[in-house]
């Protein structure tokens, strides 16, 4: 959502990954387990929240690249939607992306 052009949701987003980053994982799933002892679903929600940084990075970077890329902007100019400009161009280079970035670091955690 950030890297489609939403310039406030964008930021807000940044600032959000920037504090998690800023702050030590463990902490931030022993704070958020803390909240609710003994439930799981809070600490696989507080787990989730600290992995799903790496990856904001990740496709915001794709994401912004194929924005700016010649095809997508050739897209929208010929008058195609936002959801077709997902389907053919931002989506494909997404998946591509993630699917090979995720052994690495699956790899590098263990």
């Known amino acids: 959502m950030g890297g489609l052009g939403r310039k406030k949701v964008d930021s807000a987003l940044n600032v959000m990954v920037n504090i998690l980053l800023a702050l ?3 902490v931030v799933v022993l704070l958020l387990a803390a909240i609710v002892p003994g439930s799981f679903l809070m600490l ?3 787990i989730s929240l600290v992995q799903w940084v790496e990856y904001f990075r990740v496709v915001r970077a794709v994401t912004q690249g194929v924005i700016q ?3 997508r902007q050739s897209s ?5 939607g936002r959801w077709y400009q ?3 161009h931002i989506w494909p280079a997404i998946s591509l992306r ?3 970035w995720r052994p690495l670091v699956v790899r590098t955690r263990f």
């Open 98 to 100: 993630c699917s090979l």
């Open 76 to 80: 929208e100019m010929m008058g195609f």
């Open 44 to 46: 696989y929600l507080a």
């Open 86 to 88: 997902f389907k053919r």
């Open 69 to 71: 890329s010649p095809a």
């Open 24 to 26: 030590p994982g463990l």
